[in-house]
Nanobody, 125 residues
């Protein structure tokens, strides 16, 4: 069972930037897709961005042009990043990373089996 651990959340003023990180250990070699989701009381799990093992990406509408998803690896650990710029108060949420064993760009939370615990992002005006 892979383990996903997020970091990098925090408090920032509107217009600021944050970089979220997710370390994924215990993942078996093969195709995959890693994604960031956000949770709000109204939207449940809403897809922010996804990156597949073959390099394809997809962004949610609110993330396009402001957020960039990227990945790296070191040994047996995968790393997923989300560079967030020009943040607004609407971006305040808990951001969670997830991984699935298929190289697709689905942003449907039901397609992802393994999840982290989340990291809080708070944007103040």
């Amino acid at each position: 069972q892979p383990q996903l651990v997020e970091s990098g959340g925090g408090s920032v003023q509107s217009g600021g930037s944050l970089r979220l990180s997710c370390a994924i250990s215990g993942w078996k070699p093969g195709s995959y897709a890693m994604a960031w989701f956000r949770q709000t009381p109204a939207w449940d799990r809403w897809g922010v961005a996804v990156l597949s093992s073959d390099g394809n990406t997809r962004y949610g509408e609110h993330a396009k042009g402001r957020f960039t998803i990227s990945k790296d690896s070191s040994g047996d650990t995968l790393y997923l990043y989300l560079q967030m710029t020009n943040l607004t108060t609407d971006d305040t949420s808990t951001y969670t990373c997830a991984i699935r064993s298929a190289a697709t760009t689905s942003l449907n939370s039901r397609d992802f089996r393994y999840w982290g615990q989340g990291t809080q992002v708070t944007v103040s005006s």
